[in-house]
């Protein structure tokens, strides 16, 4: 089953991909295109997180590459609130190759297979893991917003002929936007590392580097949220955020 539904996702995250290229040349029939790869291949993962939960014993996502297929649905399912609004559509230009790469590395790893058997609760798997998945999935929205803010900035500097004609969000709408994200997206961060921290303290367990990049996230958007930069700015500091989720995604999970 898990087969079956996993290179149809796949398919169609790569289908959103090229279609969303494709409508910065002006095509709008390739922007819905992308709108409707993502919401198929959103279902289709969503069948697919299913038929994992129901075949394993425990929590399905304690591995590195299991938490990176919940990563990659909860990152398209939080670019979906804003992403079906043809004014947001092409923040699948940052989203969807994202999605479609770590879905397959993800696929690699093992964690789109079946009857996994976890060693840690689910109570504390869902609050840990979930949370923290939830949050990285809110920053890494923040962070595609982040990048059409200056992306869009620069076509303005530069009078692109084609400025009106994709009708992008204002500059102040997309600033708003990703301090909302960040907003939402910090106290799940929080909660989320308070369940790890409480675990570390009952189980005696190192603090690691993944740990300790976790808390450096935390501090950088937290600061965002203190000092609320403006501008270029602002959208540096995301960004900046946005390099320690992928730490703490890829090198510092795979080799922890």
């Not at 590395?105 to 923290?132: E, M, Q, W």
């Amino acid at each position: 089953m898990a087969e079956l539904l996993f290179w149809p996702a796949l398919l169609a995250y790569g289908e959103a991909a090229v279609a969303f290229a494709g409508s910065v040349r002006g095509a709008g029939r390739s922007a819905r295109l992308g709108t409707w790869g993502v919401r198929v291949g959103w279902l289709l993962q969503t069948g697919l997180l299913a038929a994992q939960a129901a075949r394993a014993d425990g929590f399905p996502w304690a591995t590195w590459a299991g938490s990176l297929n919940l990563f990659v649905w909860l990152v398209v399912g939080v670019y979906l609130i804003w992403g079906c609004n043809s004014r947001y559509r092409l923040v699948g230009l940052a989203v969807m190759p994202l999605a479609a790469v770590l879905l397959a590395l993800a696929r690699i790893g093992g964690g789109t297979g079946t009857g996994v058997r976890s060693n840690y609760s689910n109570l504390f798997l869902a609050l840990h893991v979930g949370l923290v998945l939830a949050a990285f999935a809110g920053f890494t929205l923040a962070a595609a917003l982040s990048a059409l803010y200056l992306w869009q900035e620069r076509r303005l500097k530069r009078r692109a002929a084609d400025v009106l004609r994709l009708r992008l969000p204002a500059l102040a709408t997309l600033e708003r936007l990703t301090t909302r994200t960040i907003l939402v997206s910090l106290p799940a961060l929080t909660l989320g590392i308070g369940a790890g921290l409480i675990r570390l303290r009952q189980t005696g367990g190192p603090f690691d580097a993944l740990i300790a990049v976790s808390l450096v996230t935390w501090l950088v958007y937290g600061s965002f949220l203190v000092v609320r930069p403006t501008g270029r700015r602002a959208a540096y500091v995301a960004l900046l955020g946005f390099v320690l989720v992928v730490v703490a995604r890829l090198p510092l999970e795979h080799f922890g």
